[in-house]
């Protein structure tokens, strides 16, 4: 099967409204005649409008970074998924800052994920092991556990369904996982989404990279079987870098 890479740039906690409509300008204008690459772009939530309206009429798709779990309700801060609908095609759930620096439990990403899920948006699930797992041997436990957990109560794959593996040491650290090493864990995670949810399901899902990735070094991920693109954070927010690496994708 072939299976349409597909790029995603995390902005996370960066850029005044005003930057982030140049910044989709210029992606949008660098990527204009860019096809055979699905791209998303992942900006804080109160620019999420202005990025949707600044995309119309392009391929591009915008996702949100986070969502809380209930469709509505006294909780003060909080975006519930069916307020994005309309707005963002994807919502990125279990990114390793939402696990770590906000002790998001893998019962709360499940639920973050049926909320995705009911609210008819597509789910990019990132996956990936600290430091402290690698070294003590322990990757494929907690990549497996973060899977299975993660979609617990979802009983078929959701439809366009995206993995991301991060391991969380090469998040901002310049130093990303050896394509080798992340072609492995890719592989895994395709075979634990075959136990899951079959084999065709596995075939169908893509894994994207993420960790570090820049625009010299997203081809030699993209260039693995199991990888299907890269969730891009730092070089997400400059435009030349994040078209380069949307261009490798290809
Ligand atoms: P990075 O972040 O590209 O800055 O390492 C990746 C991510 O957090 O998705």
Redesign the pocket.
């Known amino acids: 099967m072939q299976r349409i890479p597909v790029v995603g740039g995390?902005w996370?906690m960066h850029l005044t409204r005003q930057e982030a409509r140049q910044l989709t300008a210029a992606i949008r204008a660098a990527l204009v005649d860019l096809v055979g690459v699905e791209v998303i772009l992942f900006p804080p939530s109160p620019w999420l409008a202005d990025v949707h309206d600044a995309l119309e009429g392009s391929t591009i798709q915008v996702g949100a970074q986070n969502v809380y779990w209930e469709p509505q309700g006294a909780f003060t801060g909080e975006v519930a998924a069916p307020m994005l609908r309309g707005t963002v095609d994807h919502v990125l759930v279990g990114?390793s800052?939402r696990r770590i620096v906000f002790g998001e439990s893998v019962w709360e990403t499940a639920d973050k994920m049926r909320a995705v899920c009911d609210a008819g948006l597509t789910p990019l699930l990132?996956v990936g092991e600290p430091m402290a797992d690698l070294r003590a041997g322990r990757t494929n436990d907690t990549l497996r556990r973060q899977l299975v957990e993660g979609t617990r109560g979802i009983a078929a794959m959701p439809p366009g369904l995206i993995v991301?593996y991060?391991p969380v040491w090469?998040?901002?650290?310049g130093e990303p996982a050896t394509p080798a090493a992340a072609q492995e864990r890719c592989a895994f995670i395709r075979s634990v989404i075959a136990d899951r949810y079959g084999d065709e399901a596995a075939e169908a899902v893509r894994i994207q990279y993420?960790?570090?990735?820049n625009a010299q070094n997203v081809a030699s991920f993209i260039d693995q079987p199991d990888i299907d693109g890269a969730?891009?954070?730092?070089?997400s927010l400059d435009a030349e870098a994040f078209a380069a690496i949307c261009r490798a994708a290809r």
Do not use: D, R
Request: charged share 15%.
């Open positions: 995390n996370k990114h800052e990132a991301a991060e090469a998040i901002g650290t993420g960790g570090s990735v969730l891009v954070g730092g070089a």
